[in-house]
């Protein structure tokens, strides 16, 4: 049964629903989102540039210094921020003991792709820089920014860099074309993500001539041999769930090793509700065990 701490994460796709079709209604904005989130305590905040990008330090107090967790905060790619999603990924950097580092890429429509799969793949490049080994660096990121914590390792790929860790997208958006079957039959739960909603974010996230197939927007289309092992979460009552489905399927296909864990009844992304929601709790509990042995912690 779902606890009503979770519920919240439903009210606020409702609300952000009722938003697109009723005029009237009162829109929820970014810093509503992360209203969701409780506040981790012991986690210092400190706002930074990543190869001229803003970005934000989360540093969990006594962490180890040496390993990072990349953060890619979710919005459909036209919306969140460090900010709104400073106090989830501050739970995760907490709970794994080690520094993360959010990103604000660019965001459309100003800013098209491939601007963000660029965006993440410069802030790698600039982590390495700095002497974090990649072997120490781990991807991580929901909805928009899970996608992005897959595509963003094939961009770094093409420009010869070593790859990371591991990756741990959540509620990952994977299918510019909403073709998955769970968009019909999680219709009725999922109050937010429909499959015409989904396609028009692509199109403004593609811009005029772009190809909702491209490898970069995409990952069920790209080649994604020889990546990390990659841990996926993913709400059971979502429509996204078999672009999580998919995703996983695609990557086991070339030898990728994949675990998919789907929690029943939880809407998109609501590892959000952290500090509050037990299931939210429990989902940041299982990527710290699993990545940290992957660290090397």
Known sequence: MTSKQAEAVKRHWVAARLAMTRPDAEHPDDESWGDLTAEPRGVDYIEAEASGLPAMWLVPKRCVQDRVLLCLHGGGFGGGSIYTHRKMFGHLAKATGVRALILDYRLAPSHTHP???????????????????????????????????????????????????????????????ATGESYESNEER????????????????????????????????????????????????????????????HAEKVGVVVVLDVFPGMQHTFQMAAGRAPEADDAIRRMAGWIDPRLGL
């Open 115 to 177: 601007a963000q799969v660029d965006d993440v793949a410069d802030a790698y490049q600039w982590l390495l820089d700095q002497g974090i080994e990649s072997a120490h660096i781990a991807f991580t990121g929901d909805s928009s920014g899970g996608g992005l914590a897959i595509t963003a390792q094939l961009r770094a790929r093409e420009r010869g860099l070593p790859l990371p860790a591991a990756a741990m997208p959540f509620s990952p958006w994977t299918d510019m074309e």
């Open 190 to 249: 999922d109050p937010f993500f429909y499959a015409e909603t989904v396609r028009m974010l692509a199109a403004t996230f593609l811009g005029e001539d772009g190809d909702p197939r491209d490898p970069l927007a995409s990952p069920l289309y790209a080649d994604l041999s020889g990546l990390g092992p990659i841990y996926i979460q993913v709400g059971g009552d979502e429509t996204l769930l078999d672009d999580a489905r998919m995703l996983a399927e």
